[in-house]
Nanobody
Framework: QVQPVESGGGLVQAGGSLRLSCAAS????????MGWFRQAPGKEREFVAA????????RTADSVKGRFTISRDNAKNTVYLQMNSLKPEDTAVYYC??????????????WGQGTQVTVSS
């Protein structure tokens, strides 16, 4: 099981940028596709972006395409989410998790505490 710890959230004005990090424990981290999800108040958790275990092949939700970029460093057991041109509707708690390969579905039920991103207008 991969145990993620998210960080890097904060308060930013619309149009600004943030870089989220997810440090994942477990020696098998590099074998998993990893993804970012988010949950806004009163809404269900939704998929944001994912990257295959070897990197280089990504999938991004339409709502963030062209603004958010996922990347990973297997040597550091870390996955990142670079968020540019942030909008108030991006406000949510962001989580990372393993992903079923080729899908936007989380692989495991374990979720970390997430990191809060708040975008002011």
């Amino acid at each position: 099981q991969v145990q993620p710890v998210e960080s890097g959230g904060g308060l930013v004005q619309a149009g600004g940028s943030l870089r989220l990090s997810c440090a994942a424990s477990g020696r098998t981290f590099s074998r998993y596709a990893m993804g970012w999800f988010r949950q806004a108040p009163g809404k269900e958790r939704e998929f944001v972006a994912a990257e295959r275990w070897s990197g280089g092949s990504t999938r991004t939700a339409d709502s963030v395409k062209g603004r958010f970029t996922i990347s990973r460093d297997n040597a550091k057991n870390t996955v990142y989410l670079q968020m540019n041109s942030l909008k108030p509707e991006d406000t949510a708690v962001y989580y990372c998790n393993t992903v079923v390969p080729g899908t936007i579905l989380p692989l495991q039920d374990y979720w970390g505490q997430g990191t809060q991103v708040t975008v002011s207008s």
